[in-house]
T-cell receptor, first 109, second 112 residues
Framework: QKEVEQDPGPLSVPEGAIVSLNCTYS??????FMWYRQYSRKGPELLMY????GNKEDGRFTAQVDKSSKYISLFIRDSQPSDSATYLC?????????FGQGTTLQVKP | EAQVTQNPRYLITVTGKKLTVTCSQN?????MSWYRQDPGLGLRQIYY???????DKGDVPEGYKVSRKEKRNFPLILESPSPNQTSLYFC???????????FGSGTRLTVV
């Protein structure tokens, strides 16, 4: 069993839609949770990070963590074609950083 | 500009010829780490370092070496590269576990 599971998609939505991206993790020792965005031929770019259960909002992005279920989510409101990318969840504990496989998102104009 | 710089960006080499990929950060970050990214397998951590002279294995350390003699530099060494090490490699740095990593632009390595 992978330590972090993420549906690779691809996911295709119309512009303006609300996008929901999800991951599950298996080890409750992980304390920090992140979402990265990766455009083709580029390095991952940190979108959001959190360490507690609950919601964290940043503009059109909301990260949600449920430690009891070991479930993390990223919501994108009013999605734009420029949001088309691969989204990677990651969990961390003391230097170790484990990524999900990434979900490829396409937002169609 | 705050950044993580990797060199080279592209490298083609032959099996068994030792190589080093350099990584440098200018943000005074404590943590540094190396990853490889492969289709269908995603990003996997090779080695990480939480401070100078402190390194630890990630999930796929076999065939790689690292050293952290200075805070800003974290080179990745392949003593005897093999074709299964053909991959896209990323270096990253962070203030700590809780703050997320800044990634470099990647090094595409091909071993023939």
């Amino acid at each position: 069993q992978k330590e972090v599971e993420q549906d690779p998609g691809p996911l295709s939505v119309p512009e303006g839609a609300i996008v929901s991206l999800n991951c599950t993790y298996s080890n409750s020792a992980f304390q920090y949770f992140m979402w990265y965005r990766q455009y083709s031929r580029k390095g991952p770019e940190l979108l959001m990070y959190t360490y507690s259960s609950g919601n964290k909002e940043d503009g059109r992005f909301t990260a949600q963590v449920d430690k009891s279920s070991k479930y993390i989510s990223l919501f994108i409101r009013d999605s734009q074609p420029s949001d088309s990318a691969t989204y990677l969840c990651a969990v961390s504990n003391t230097g170790k950083l484990i990524f999900g496989q990434g979900t490829t998102l396409q937002v169609k104009p | 500009e705050a950044q993580v710089t990797q060199n080279p960006r592209y490298l083609i080499t032959v099996t068994g010829k030792k190589l080093t990929v350099t990584c440098s950060q200018n943000m005074n970050h404590e943590y540094m780490s190396w990853y490889r990214q492969d289709p269908g397998l995603g990003l996997r951590q090779i080695y990480y370092s939480m401070n100078v002279e402190v390194t630890d294995k990630g999930d796929v350390p076999e065939g790689y070496k690292v050293s952290r003699k200075e805070k800003r530099n974290f080179p990745l060494i392949l003593e005897s590269p093999s074709p299964n090490q053909t991959s896209l490699y990323f270096c990253a740095s962070s203030f700590g576990s809780s703050t997320g990593y800044t990634f470099g632009s990647g090094t595409r390595l091909t071993v023939v």
